[in-house]
């Protein structure tokens, strides 16, 4: 392909998704709803004007990661840690829920299969995808609604970012079962050292950091800093760790967010983010999307999929936060901004096909899952902001 058919993409992709982001805010929907239909419509399911390549399959990586920063810088440390075990408890019972759903769900399709065989292992597989959660269209969404600094999204992010490492573990043992030649109990050790060394360099880094500031108060070498920051940490977590990119850029987004031109740097980052790499990453969801091959069985497995890896989500995050002493409503809230699937099922699902734990066509299944998700969870939250409003306001009146 030639270098320069890249551009053209780009402008496509830009022009559609502000097109379709605008057209969805007009519908009183979150702009990423917009910006993924515009993905599905562009891509090869549809008009086919975009294909999908390395080279956005990477800017979609680098939009993620930048806004998982993103959310980071705006989490407040010290609601965090109120809502860190809370958000221990929320996450497990994301993980147990869907799982256990999952592997039921493919038994009961297919019929059960025994222990160790397998078709065992394959059912397993499919309640592992169930067990991810992305939470960067959920924090978009909030960011949207401003509602991502309030106990609720700080309690989403927490739970999603304790979830994928819980399911990356999980995903680990299940191939540990599969494959004698994997060792679970050394991504359980590797896992444990990243958040250790992360939390002893992030203490040096944000003193270091925080001289800076002072010395060089609003000036763009801040940001510029932080941003290389964010990379290394996405790239040392991946790498070195075995752990999800997006959870290193959380963590650095943690390590800056006290200091005193946090909000400066996330203005920076708010820009390329906003401009570029934000509507890629939406619309690479749809524009990955291909359901040419999908027959009447496969598309049934795949509805019953997405109603049972939803349902799983809210079921479990729910019903755990409402044991957590949420209001029934936030409870609600959680457990529906906990059901988004992206980047992480891919990658599991992408492990399970390298593994063969998971065919080619049921891929299908998570892409329509990971499209279903996105779009329904900012409407769904949007919602429930708005009958929350309306009823505090009632009583207020």
Same mark, same amino acid.
């Given at each position: 392909?030639?270098?320069?058919?890249?551009?053209?993409?780009?402008?496509?992709?830009?022009?559609?998704?502000?097109?379709?982001?605008?057209?969805?805010?007009?519908?009183?929907?979150?702009?990423?709803?917009?910006?993924?239909?515009?993905?599905?419509?562009?891509?090869?399911?549809?008009?086919?004007?975009?294909?999908?390549?390395?080279?956005?399959?990477?800017?979609?990586? @680098? *939009?993620?990661?930048? /806004?998982? =920063?993103?959310? !980071? %810088?705006?989490?407040?440390?010290? $609601?965090?840690? #109120?809502?860190?075990?809370?958000?221990?408890?929320?996450?497990?019972?994301?993980?147990?829920?869907?799982?256990?759903?999952?592997?039921?769900?493919?038994?009961?399709?297919?019929?059960?299969?025994?222990?160790?065989?397998?078709?065992?292992?394959?059912?397993?597989?499919?309640?592992?995808?169930?067990?991810?959660?992305?939470?960067?269209?959920?924090?978009?969404?909030?960011?949207?609604?401003?509602?991502?600094?309030?106990?609720?999204?700080?309690?989403?992010?927490?739970?999603?970012?304790?979830?994928?490492? @819980? *399911?990356?573990?999980? /995903?680990? =043992?299940?191939? !540990? %079962?599969?494959?004698?030649?994997? $060792?679970?109990? #050394?991504?359980?050790?590797?896992?444990?050292?990243?958040?250790?060394?992360?939390?002893?360099?992030?203490?040096?880094?944000?003193?270091?950091?925080?001289?800076?500031?002072?010395?060089?108060?609003?000036?763009?070498?801040?940001?510029?800093?932080?941003?290389?920051?964010?990379?290394?940490?996405?790239?040392?977590?991946?790498?070195?760790?075995?752990?999800?990119?997006?959870?290193?850029?959380?963590?650095?987004?943690?390590?800056?967010?006290?200091?005193?031109?946090?909000?400066?740097?996330?203005?920076?980052?708010?820009?390329?983010?906003?401009?570029? =790499?934000?509507?890629?990453?939406?619309?690479?969801?749809?524009?990955?999307?291909?359901?040419?091959?999908?027959?009447?069985?496969?598309?049934?497995?795949?509805?019953?999929?997405?109603?049972?890896?939803?349902?799983?989500?809210?079921?479990?995050?729910?019903?755990?936060?409402?044991?957590?002493?949420?209001?029934?409503?936030?409870?609600?809230?959680?457990?529906?901004?906990?059901?988004?699937?992206?980047?992480?099922?891919?990658?599991?699902?992408?492990?399970?096909?390298?593994?063969?734990?998971?065919?080619?066509?049921?891929?299908?299944?998570?892409?329509?899952?990971?499209?279903?998700?996105?779009?329904?969870?900012?409407?769904?939250?949007?919602?429930?902001?708005?009958?929350?409003?309306?009823?505090?306001?009632?009583?207020?009146?």
């Amino acid at each position: 392909m030639e270098a320069y058919v890249i551009f053209k993409d780009l402008a496509i992709i830009i022009i559609f998704a502000k097109a379709f982001g605008i057209l969805a805010r007009k519908c009183k929907a979150p702009q990423v709803v917009g910006e993924i239909i515009a993905g599905l419509l562009i891509g090869s399911s549809v008009l086919g004007l975009v294909q999908q390549t390395d080279f956005l399959v990477e800017m979609a990586e @680098i *939009g993620v990661v930048l /806004l998982m =920063f993103s959310a !980071g %810088l705006e989490t407040n440390l010290k $609601d965090l840690m #109120k809502t860190g075990p809370i958000a221990l408890l929320i996450a497990c019972a994301g993980v147990f829920v869907p799982l256990l759903c999952g592997t039921l769900l493919y038994m009961g399709y297919y019929g059960a299969a025994p222990w160790g065989s397998e078709e065992f292992y394959t059912a397993v597989f499919f309640g592992v995808i169930m067990t991810a959660t992305s939470v960067s269209i959920t924090v978009q969404s909030l960011k949207e609604m401003g509602k991502l600094k309030e106990k609720v999204g700080t309690t989403i992010v927490s739970a999603a970012i304790i979830d994928d490492v @819980i *399911g990356i573990l999980v /995903l680990t =043992f299940v191939i !540990g %079962l599969k494959n004698p030649d994997s $060792d679970p109990g #050394k991504v359980v050790i590797s896992t444990a050292v990243f958040f250790v060394l992360a939390f002893v360099l992030g203490i040096i880094l944000y003193r270091v950091f925080k001289i800076l500031d002072n010395r060089y108060p609003h000036t763009r070498r801040i940001p510029i800093i932080s941003l290389a920051l964010c990379f290394f940490f996405a790239y040392a977590a991946e790498k070195y760790f075995g752990i999800a990119d997006i959870t290193g850029a959380y963590v650095a987004g943690i390590i800056l967010c006290s200091i005193k031109d946090s909000s400066y740097i996330d203005e920076k980052m708010e820009v390329s983010s906003y401009m570029i =790499f934000g509507p890629i990453f939406f619309a690479s969801i749809g524009i990955k999307t291909n359901i040419d091959n999908l027959s009447g069985d496969i598309l049934l497995f795949s509805l019953c999929f997405v109603a049972v890896a939803l349902i799983g989500k809210i079921v479990g995050c729910g019903l755990m936060a409402k044991l957590c002493k949420f209001r029934t409503i936030d409870s609600v809230k959680i457990g529906v901004g906990m059901m988004t699937r992206g980047e992480v099922a891919l990658i599991v699902a992408q492990k399970g096909l390298s593994v063969g734990l998971l065919t080619p066509i049921y891929f299908t299944s998570v892409i329509l899952l990971i499209i279903v998700s996105s779009i329904l969870t900012p409407i769904i939250l949007k919602v429930l902001y708005a009958k929350d409003e309306k009823q505090i306001g009632a009583k207020c009146g």
